[in-house]
């Protein structure tokens, strides 16, 4: 049997099997229930959080869809400060979809999960008919708790706090661009698909003063600065040049005619802290392998209001607004 | 704007409409972040659970994708004992799909929420390609807690136990089968889809002894057993007379040659209790609105060990097996 079929789906004596024989002992499951109990949580309080996972090509060059449906539900939670715990795993495969190709995303899965050292607990698999599906989507969901007195949120920025980057941008967007395109880089690039767990703890454990992190996914880095904007009510002025951008990420934008602040990425984050503490945190940053092109790249203002700035290499300056329809679909 | 776009799902500024003016209101979310933060969880234990549902057609005599998203994964918590708080709602939706529809199922989750007491606090929009989806596809996880002292796996129980059902079998397959094929019982056969944990908490505040519970959804009730067998390696016989099936709902399936047993049910659960205290439960069921039909059904023996033995009004015996193969795809 090298195929999916709708039987896979059923709740039935198939569907039993391939949980057996390939979810069960990937994730290491102790319970086939369709609810996990977890003992001893030991919060103060719980972060949740979920996504479904569509991007198309299911492999890209750097990563494919499993890896990216845990690392980023794990930086979903580790953007409120959570220390991810538990991910449950949904599965709509569409009918007809191949054994290896599930088994190399599971086992994708089963390794970023324990590379982000966190565990997949409890898991649904539906089948759909053949043209009803895309080969297979996953959802995950969340759990992590958050430590006592971290609190983050875009309403405790201020002007004069500094806004930083964690990596260079553009690379998972483009790397799914180029890969559904059949376009081909010289090196690579690669998409940036990584859990950002332990960089976000590293620096709070760090510093006090980061006053919110997030990462920009769909909608990039532009869209993330506008939602802090918004949310905020106040300004968000970055300097395009410190932006770091690799030069393969800068030429593709170029030949395919886009802005790699609108593209996604999936394993770098935006954080706004206290003026006094920005320059601190991007050294302890740097320590880390997915902090070491972090960057200082701009400063809150008090006006003008849920307003974000870009300020170019000859001195002009011009509004960026949240991406306008669609740049991408399905990038994840 | 009546109908899903791809940059619904851009992660822009269309989503961010999408968001504050369709899902924020009716799920009351108080934050549009990617993870949502609860307080005071005040734990013991956590269960945590995942589904997706792919139900086709959307709409179906007793409810919708909706109701049995949030329905589903209440009654999966309910299941394990815990008490079910938070849930996460993940839409996958095919470009084009009208926003009505969307308004509509939107709306019943927001309804359903409300009658479990769960609350819907974190979600994601994704939108793909038309022809790669099917409408909507929704994958809900939930959060609850499970009492102290609270522990239901089928490893407890043992030979000489009672199985108990909550109600009338087969009623949501049959509803599903009916809207597919276009066909229309008088009266009509209405989907059990409804919220279990009111009737689990009352169960498990009247009596001690309850082993475990399931809900039988996909495999129906036939599959639900011979997993209690597998589990507990003991031997489960039901009393085919003493299963309650409502008249229509045997009608149809007798008309489509299928067997209530292996359908589908969202609104009933099977309970294998000590059997000083099967009656006893069964009186407390019977005043739960969704209890009405509970019955004691069968008992556990030691042997023929992981086997589910049916016997017939003329005084047969039949083994039955998990469901093979599929009867009835995209049932939930």
Redesign the interface.
Known sequence: MDKI???H????????ALIAEHFAPAFQLETL?????????N????????????V?PLFFPGGNIGELAVNGTVN??A??G?RPL?L?????IEEGFPFDDLRRIVSSMAEASEKAGVKI????T????K????GI?I?T????V?PDGVQL?ASRIQAGDKIIISGRIGNHGVAVMAERNGLRFEPPVLSDTAPLNSLVELMLESADGIRVM?DP????VA?VLK?FAVESGLCMIVEKWLIPVASGVRGACDLLGIDPL?V?NEGILLAVVRPDVAEYLVKVMKRHPLGEHSAVIGQVEESPAETVLLTTEIGGRRVL???????L??IC
Do not use: C
């Open positions: 079929l709708l039987g789906g059923s709740g039935g004596s198939m569907m039993h229930m369709d609810a996990a109990v977890v003992e001893n949580l919060p103060g309080r719980i972060a949740v959080t979920t996504d479904s996972y569509v198309s979903d939670l953007m409120v959570a538990y449950t795993a949904g599965f709509i607990i409890a898991g649904d539906k089948v759909v008919d043209g009803k599906g895309d989507f959802n969901a969340g759990v992590g958050v949120s997030r996914t769909r909608g990039g869209t939602e609108y996604a607004e949240m991406l306008q329809g669609e740049q679909p399905r």
